[in-house]
T-cell receptor, first 113, second 114 residues
Framework: GENVEQHPSTLSVQEGDSAVIKCTYSDSASNYFPWYKQELGKGPQLIIDIRSNVGEKKDQRIAVTLNKTAKHFSLHITETQPEDSAVYFCAASISGGYQKVTFGIGTKLQVIP | SAVISQKPSRDICQRGTSLTIQCQVDSQVTMMFWYRQQPGQSLTLIATANQGSEATYESGFVIDKFPISRPNLTFSTLTVSNMSPEDSSIYLC???????????FGPGTRLLVL
């Protein structure tokens, strides 16, 4: 089955700096990669996703990159703000029909004001 | 997106008892999932609940311990039976529309078993 590794497990940055979270996956058939943000006391919220036919996707201060050859994908947050503090999960799955989504272990991001 | 609500939001239970968690979605969805998230951990899939069929359980989870109902396309329940302190966790409902991969999560039910 699919295995998703995520690092770092914790990340502290100064407000205004950038944060990068990296994930690798094992199944070359995986072609859909969502990212979730989980704030304390809440459920995970989808913040951005990317499909394997795209190398990069941006949404305001958030961007995700995908390297299919290396089976790497990364989340980039620019100009970090205290409200970005949360746990971020990467995930991988195969598009179409029912395919189980495999999650990384999560990265706890702390943005220091 | 989908608006998902769960009841209860949190509970404290005695060992040996059972708790039923409800999940309500604001629109019809084909797939509903139940996850467990232990403190500081990632998301572990318990089972998939599709309307009109028996739930499909992941390795390590059994129907006797986690019975699931899915009476219609907007509602599901998960029961945590004969609870022990090891069942203390966050239980999350998640849904996926029939033609899209995107999964949305409910707010979770925080369970503490004493």
């Amino acid at each position: 089955g699919e295995n998703v590794e995520q690092h770092p497990s914790t990340l502290s940055v100064q407000e205004g700096d950038s944060a990068v979270i990296k994930c690798t996956y094992s199944d070359s058939a995986s072609n859909y990669f969502p990212w979730y943000k989980q704030e304390l006391g809440k459920g995970p919220q989808l913040i951005i996703d990317i499909r394997s036919n795209v190398g990069e996707k941006k949404d305001q201060r958030i961007a995700v990159t995908l390297n299919k050859t290396a089976k790497h994908f990364s989340l980039h947050i620019t100009e970090t703000q205290p409200e970005d503090s949360a746990v971020y999960f990467c995930a991988a799955s195969i598009s179409g029909g029912y395919q189980k989504v495999t999650f990384g272990i999560g990265t706890k991001l702390q943005v220091i004001p | 997106s989908a608006v998902i609500s769960q009841k209860p939001s949190r509970d404290i239970c005695q060992r040996g008892t059972s708790l039923t968690i409800q999940c309500q979605v604001d629109s019809q969805v084909t797939m509903m999932f139940w996850y467990r998230q232990q403190p500081g951990q990632s998301l572990t899939l318990i089972a998939t609940a599709n309307q009109g069929s028996e739930a499909t359980y992941e390795s390590g989870f059994v129907i006797d311990k986690f019975p699931i109902s899915r009476p219609n396309l907007t509602f599901s329940t998960l029961t945590v039976s004969n609870m022990s302190p090891e069942d203390s966790s966050i239980y999350l409902c998640s849904v996926r529309r029939d033609s899209k991969e995107t999964q949305y999560f409910g707010p979770g039910t925080r369970l503490l078993v004493l």
